[in-house]
């Protein structure tokens, strides 16, 4: 049984409860925020804060992730409510409710089936390209909010941008003042001070100036009413029929949280040497989620800029999250009346600055360096994720992630081996031009799962190395011990490729296999009349010696 908060000790609780209190400086503001990105009001945000976050503390393997709706959620929860035409109707926040369980009951079935390495498929290339595109969407209705500018938040990308432009000639000066004011003291005093939680400076600073100039008269928005109260247990009354229709983007919102969650889990882990087990965040994930969805919020996630914030910090356990569920419950009991009068632009300009490093003009550039291919995958991505909006850009960025594994098994490296007059030294090194490994033999190493995509270019590559040898092959090994795996397809290419080696007279030969591998060819009938070498130096001497003692005959196997 694990202790309830890990890490904790009595010369670090201070230091962890000091960190719940910043974290709750950062969160309130934010999670407002990200509640009005997904059209729910401002309570939906605050209840995540609150038993979600207490489940997923008490489960999570993890001493630092801190567990939160983020940008990237918001504006996903958006656009799936708003494409099944739900915007503005009664159903909407328990639509968005019911979508957090759905997914908190996936994340528990990928836990149970071991289904975490899912999480691959969603490589850095495409999260950047997917995230950034999200981004900058999201960053477009900030502007509009800062600038006081009219635009229509339930629409495409496109459109929000010709609203925001078309629009600009009646931006509200105080809107503007307030806004831009934010954003300068944001960003200068994160320079200045990183360990002020100048979000919330920003959101109490704003607001004073909202009640003491009366800006909500000046046309300035404001957040409005919050109702006071604890968040209540309850599930959501929908259709089977609508409860259906929310299975696709919640599994796209369970996709992308869990490629994050369990990304940010290990590297905190790795950084700070302690244990992390995937199953059980995947676990405390899903339950989270259940819960956010039973008290009136929507889908959370990894919130990867909160827990690097607890990192700076210096927290080592989930007490934070702790003081944040307690210091959020008592907001919502005895403070909802400070939150009515927060202007719209300041909570633009909180979310802008938060989102805005998410769009990842330092990433991309970084890819372009690393690899103009991965690079442009990422770009794809992005582009589809602001033309055919979030959900859409997943199942691209699924599609990009298998071409981009096929693209690659289908091309593996493929060398013959060079020989060596010593006996001693074991032959493993391949060169471009390489035609022979000795003079009637060639050894070709082949360095991926023999499958359907590629087991045509292994083929053509062993035809033309036997036919463009500098002298007439009698045996030819293939070295399988990159090879894990082979399917059905591979299987009959090999046996066909055994018959046409065999129609030359040229024996058939394999160099260490692995065992389950071994199992696979001779199931297959790829071990009749082939020979079986522990070694490629095995497979010269016995070559050049014709030596039986250092064959393994498939019958005495």
């Not at 990183?194 to 909202?210: E, H, I, K, N, R």
């Amino acid at each position: 049984m694990h202790h309830p908060i890990e890490g904790l000790t009595r010369s670090n609780w201070v230091r962890e409860f000091s960190a719940g209190v910043t974290l709750l400086a950062i969160s309130v503001p934010l999670n407002i925020g990200y509640a009005q990105i997904a059209g729910l009001p401002a309570t939906a945000g605050l209840y995540a804060l609150i038993v979600p976050t207490l489940v997923f503390a008490f489960l999570v393997s993890s001493r630092q992730v801190v567990a939160s709706p983020d940008a990237a959620a918001a504006a996903m929860v958006a656009s799936s409510l708003i494409g099944l035409g739900a915007a503005g109707s009664e159903n909407y926040a328990e639509m968005a409710a019911a979508q957090a369980i759905l997914g908190g009951l996936m994340f528990m079935a990928c836990a149970m089936f071991k289904l975490g390495f899912l999480a691959d498929f969603l490589s850095k290339p495409i999260l950047i390209g997917f995230v950034g595109g999200l981004a900058l969407d999201i960053t477009v209705s900030q502007i509009a909010k800062i600038l006081g500018v009219p635009i229509d938040s339930a629409g495409e990308f496109t459109e929000k941008v010709i609203d925001l432009v078309s629009n600009l000639g009646e931006s509200n000066f105080w809107a503007v003042a307030l806004g831009s004011g934010s954003i300068l003291i944001l960003v200068l005093g994160r320079r200045i001070a990183a360990v002020v939680p100048w979000a919330l400076v920003v959101m109490v600073g704003a607001t004073t100036l909202s009640i003491v100039l009366y800006l909500e008269g000046k046309g300035v928005s404001v957040l409005g009413n919050v109702p006071a109260g604890l968040p209540t247990f309850a599930v959501p009354t929908l259709s089977i029929a609508t409860w259906l229709s929310l299975v696709p983007s919640a599994i796209a919102l369970t996709a992308v949280a869990l490629a994050e969650g369990l990304l940010v889990s290990r590297q905190y882990g790795e950084k700070n040497n302690y244990s992390t087990d995937p199953d059980r965040d995947l676990t405390a994930f899903g339950a989270a989620n259940i819960a956010s969805g039973l008290f009136s919020s929507f889908t959370i996630g990894s919130s990867t800029s909160r827990t690097a914030a607890m990192d700076t910090a210096g927290s080592r356990t989930q007490l934070p999250s702790i003081v944040l569920a307690a210091g959020t419950l008592l907001l919502l009991l005895f403070g909802t009346d400070l939150l009515a009068d927060i202007p719209s632009p300041a909570i633009g300009a909180i979310v802008a600055v938060a989102v805005f490093k998410l769009i990842g003009f330092v990433d991309f550039t970084e890819l372009w360096n690393q690899s103009k291919a991965e690079c442009a995958i990422g770009a794809v991505c992005f582009g589809g994720v602001l033309l055919i909006g979030p959900i859409g850009g997943i199942v691209l960025a699924f599609v990009l992630s298998l071409i981009n594994l096929a693209r690659r098994a289908a091309n593996p490296a493929i060398d013959i081996l060079a020989g060596s007059d010593d006996p001693t030294v074991s032959l493993l090194d391949g060169a471009d031009d390489v035609e022979e490994t000795a003079p009637g033999l060639i050894v070709m190493r082949f360095a991926a799962p023999i499958f359907f995509a590629n087991s045509t270019v292994l083929a053509a590559r062993v035809r033309t190395a036997v036919e463009s040898a500098p002298n007439h092959v009698t045996e030819f090994v293939l070295d399988l011990e990159a090879v894990t795996d082979i399917d059905v397809t591979g299987a009959d290419m090999l046996t066909g490729l055994k018959d046409w080696l065999h129609a030359r007279s040229i024996t058939l030969g394999y160099s260490r296999v692995r065992p389950h591998l071994r199992e696979h060819l001779l199931r297959f009938g790829l071990l009749e009349e082939a020979q079986l070498y522990r070694t490629n130096r095995d497979a010269a001497n016995a070559f050049h010696a014709d030596s039986p003692d250092m064959k393994a005959d498939i019958g005495e196997g």
